[in-house]
């Protein structure tokens, strides 16, 4: 991975223009994508540090490249702001995060660095896989393991789990969880309390466990 390179995919050459300036002001080399095609093309050759993604895209849109790449680089998603189901999507698909049109092009500076922080600080991340502790999960074949051995997650379960081990140390509140790992935040909340207490049991054994940060949410922390 490029740690240098931010790849801005967006059909609106002015959104692009914008979004490379206020990067490049931050310090941050700047690379462009036209559509879908592009993007992917850019994404598989200069490996950046991470995508901008616009989800309104001639050839496979964001959502599509979402689902293409996720797991191998990290994602800003840029959403109409009356799209909600955009939203869902985008992070329900891999996305770490989305800024809605129009937006404060220092906002969307903040998010990126923001990512890039949890992710040079985070778990291993190649090629669809994270490891964490003795936890590896292939994101593409959605298997995970704990020292070798497969660990039979329900797909629910293993969605939250991803979102942990993508977030590691970082406190996510029930609603932010719903939101990342179920893609809606209309479930109840207990449904996070049930999948994390079965987490906790399967994860015995990985070096890792889920920590309760009482009237916050919880977090996914190494185990000394």
Known sequence: MNDSVVLVADDDEHTVELVSLYLRRAGH????????????RKVWESRPALVVLDVMMPGPD????????????PILLL????SDIDKIAGLRLGADD??????NPDELVARVEAILRRVRSGPEVQLGRISLGRLVMDLDCREASVGGQVVPFTPKEFDLLAT?????????????LLDLAWGTSFYALRTVDVHVARLREKLKGSGLRIETVWGTGYRLVTEV
């Not at 989305?98 to 937006?103: A, D, G, R």
């Open 29 to 40: 080399r700047v690379e462009a994508a036209f559509d879908g095609e592009e993007a992917l």
């Open 62 to 73: 964001g959502l599509q490249i979402c689902r293409k790449i996720r797991g191998r680089v």
């Open 79 to 82: 959403t109409a702001r009356s």
């Open 98 to 103: 989305y800024v809605t049109k129009p937006f």
């Open 164 to 176: 942990f081990a993508r977030f590691p140390s970082v406190v996510l509140d029930r609603d932010r």
